[in-house]
C-alpha cells in the first residue's frame, strides 16, 4: 500500500479489520505514512479500546549527521519522533505508542562507504548494527513485556549519538 495515499491506508486497516477483527500492533515509517496511518489505526485502537502503535524513526532526530548533509531526513525524523511522544500522551486512554530510532545498519541505507566509516569511528560498538539486532526491540515493543512503556524513544544505534 501506499501509505501517503489516505484512501489506500484506510482500505488496508478495513482489510485487515475484515480478516482479523481487530488491530493489535501497528507499525508505522517514513513521515507522511506515520501521519496517514496514525490517523487511521489510531480510530481503530480507540474503537477497540486498546493498541499499539510503533513508530519507526532514527538517531538523526538526535543529530546532525555528518560527513552527509541532510537536513531535511533530520527535521522530518525529529518531527516523526515528537509526533510519536505526542500520540502517546493523546491516546493515553486507549493505546500505547513508542518509537524505534536506529543508526547504521547493514542495509542499503547504511551501506555507503562513508556510511560505513562514519559508523565505525563513531559508534562505541565500532561498527554497523546487524538487522538481526533490531528485531528484539521491535517484538519486545509489539509484546505484553512492555505494556508499562509509552511514549519512548528507544534509540538502537551502537552507541553512536553518545559522543
Given at each position: 500500500?501506499?501509505?501517503?495515499?489516505?484512501?489506500?491506508?484506510?482500505?488496508?486497516?478495513?482489510k485487515v479489520l475484515q480478516d482479523f477483527g481487530r488491530i493489535d500492533v501497528?507499525?508505522?515509517?517514513?513521515?507522511?505514512?506515520?501521519?496517514?496511518?496514525?490517523?487511521y489505526v489510531g480510530e481503530v485502537f480507540k474503537r477497540q479500546g486498546t493498541g499499539n502503535l510503533i513508530i519507526t524513526s532514527s538517531m538523526s532526530a538526535h543529530i546532525v549527521n555528518v560527513p552527509t548533509d541532510q537536513p531535511v531526513y533530520n527535521a522530518t525524523k525529529a518531527f516523526v519522533t515528537h509526533f510519536g511522544k505526542s500520540l502517546a500522551r493523546e491516546w493515553r486512554d486507549f493505546a500505547r505508542v513508542n518509537i524505534v530510532s536506529p543508526g547504521f545498519f547493514d542495509t542499503k541505507m547504511g551501506a555507503s562507504p562513508a556510511g560505513v566509516n562514519e559508523a565505525y569511528r563513531m559508534a562505541v560498538l565500532g561498527r554497523q548494527g546487524h538487522v538481526k539486532e533490531i528485531k528484539g526491540l521491535y517484538l519486545y515493543l509489539a509484546s505484553d513485556a512492555s505494556t508499562y512503556t509509552t511514549g519512548s524513544d528507544v534509540i538502537i544505534d551502537g552507541g553512536y549519538v553518545l559522543p
Open positions: 500500500m501506499d501509505v501517503s495515499n489516505p484512501q489506500e491506508v484506510q482500505d488496508g486497516i478495513n501497528f507499525i508505522a515509517n517514513a513521515v507522511d505514512g506515520v501521519v496517514v496511518c496514525a490517523k
